[in-house]
């Protein structure tokens, strides 16, 4: 996979495997034992989260999120998802809509201003400075992306060993 590329920020990618969802789960038992601390593997019917371990992670450490869907011919489709913590994610995501929320609010207050014919341009700076805040996010959390390229690419083993054990 080409990780590095891509502009998304949350990779994804699809694969088809020749294991049934059943093997997999089952190696995935059996790995889970292998690889511990280093690595946390959790499962929930057709998901399973892969996590990198408590010693070494760091705020920015991406997981791998599995799906697996069943194809006709025994083989299954792995659809999976490389993002950074949840809670991370969260809030960044909370910090995008609390600056998209400042610059709709800030855009009102400038056009009533402007249809009113009073000064409007500290609305307009504001609105700016929200535009400088979202390029500001989106370079950040490309910087924690890049600082955890070395950690996805292990959880990219780990999610090769799993599917090509058996």
């Given amino acids: 996979m080409e990780l590095d590329?891509?502009?998304q920020l949350r990779p994804r990618f699809e694969?088809?495997?020749?294991?049934?969802?059943?093997?997999?789960?089952t190696d995935a038992d059996l790995l889970k034992q292998k690889i511990k601390p280093d690595f946390i593997i959790n499962?929930?019917?057709?998901h399973l989260w892969i996590y990198i371990g408590k010693e070494n992670k760091k705020f920015y450490s991406p997981h791998l999120h599995l799906e697996f869907e069943a194809l006709e011919?025994?083989?299954?489709?792995?659809?999976g998802l490389f993002g950074p913590d949840p809670a991370l994610w969260t809030m960044f995501m909370f910090l995008h809509f609390v600056v998209a929320g400042i610059?709709?609010?800030f855009g009102v207050f400038a056009y009533s201003n402007w249809t009113l014919k009073e000064p409007y341009g500290i609305h307009l700076a504001v609105m700016g400075l929200m535009v400088v805040a979202w390029f500001?996010?989106?370079f950040i959390a490309r910087s924690n992306r890049k600082k955890?390229?070395?950690?996805a690419r292990e959880l990219e083993?780990?999610?090769n060993q799993l599917l090509d054990a058996g």
């Fill in 136 to 138: 500001s996010l989106y």
């Fill in 157 to 159: 083993k780990v999610m």
């Fill in 15 to 25: 694969k088809v495997v020749s294991k049934t969802i059943e093997n997999i789960q």
């Fill in 5 to 7: 590329n891509q502009i």
């Fill in 73 to 79: 011919n025994g083989e299954t489709k792995v659809k």
């Fill in 43 to 46: 499962r929930l019917d057709e």
């Fill in 103 to 105: 610059f709709i609010i």
């Fill in 148 to 151: 955890g390229m070395p950690q």
